[in-house]
């Protein structure tokens, strides 16, 4: 246990994981959380959430579990109050949800498109539209959102609503950060590659079927260090980015990408 956030509030949207293993969201909220923050573990399975909130609280953490579609305006409004009504503050946005679906400008239907950028892009503008006026009361706050390395390169394969959402949150992040800036409140992204999660698990399943093992070999032969990263990573680097000791630092896009994105 340590102390970097020691006292602070966090929020952390999809905090549970969707299959077996450790995911990045659910690596960040255990780590806030062994850091000294309390911390609002939310998902849209509150069974994901209460697996992530048994963790916490069997390592002393505090923290409460909640279910929320933060695609949906509604639901963060309440997230948010809860937040406040539980904690009496809110100082991290730590924004984790994300889905990946398949196909290029033609095979993707209206329907997946806007489904994708809801759940991908909509659901932090509208979390940060709900958190941003009590960080702006508090006078402080530290917004992370999680986007992908598919915002700044291709994907092994057709993803363009995935690409496009994940490019988007950068641009938003980068509003949300020169708009507050003086407010005292940050806004930082981080664009994960190559980190072996549950979804990944489940988006290349669904992509291509298949020995998964044999494909993380593969993946693993294509990132320079000869290895894909862990959540661990992720985790970290937003610990870093939501922490004091990045009191300088907004509008930043941090790649956590073991060099994979300056591969040619």
């Known amino acids: 246990m340590g102390d970097r956030v ?42 994901a959430a209460e697996e992530t909130e048994g963790i916490i609280r069997g390592e002393g953490g505090d923290c409460i579990a909640y279910k929320a579609d933060v695609s949906k305006s509604s639901d963060c409004k309440r997230m948010v109050e809860k937040c406040i009504e539980t904690f009496g503050r809110v100082d991290i946005l730590h924004n984790n949800v994300g889905i990946v679906e398949s196909g290029g400008a033609i095979e993707t239907s209206e329907e997946s498109w806007d489904r994708v950028m809801a759940v991908n892009l909509k659901s932090m503008f509208l979390t940060c539209k709900y958190v941003l006026p009590y ?31 994940k490019a988007g949150v950068i641009a938003l992040t980068r509003e949300v950060a020169l708009e507050y800036a003086a407010k005292g409140i940050r806004a930082n992204v981080v664009l994960p590659a190559s980190i072996r999660t549950p979804l990944v698990v489940a988006s290349l399943t ?54 994979l994105t300056m591969r040619e």
Request: hydrophobic share 45%; charged share 20%.
């Open 6 to 47: 020691k006292g602070k509030v966090a929020i952390v949207t999809g905090a549970g994981s969707i299959g077996p293993g450790m995911g990045n969201g659910k690596a960040s909220a255990i780590l806030y959380a062994r850091e000294g923050a309390r911390a609002m573990l939310v998902d849209y399975r509150l069974e």
């Open 135 to 165: 960080m702006e009361k508090q006078g402080s706050g530290s917004i992370v959102n999680i986007s992908s390395d598919a915002a700044i390169r291709q994907m092994a394969y057709p993803a363009i609503a995935y690409s496009a959402s």
């Open 206 to 259: 669904r992509a291509y079927g298949g020995d998964i093992e044999e494909m993380m070999k593969k993946r693993d032969a294509l990132c320079p260090m000869g290895h894909q990263g862990d959540p661990w990573d992720v985790a970290r680097a937003a610990l870093f980015l939501a922490s004091d000791e990045a009191k300088y630092i907004t509008a930043a896009t941090l790649v956590v990408d073991g060099g």
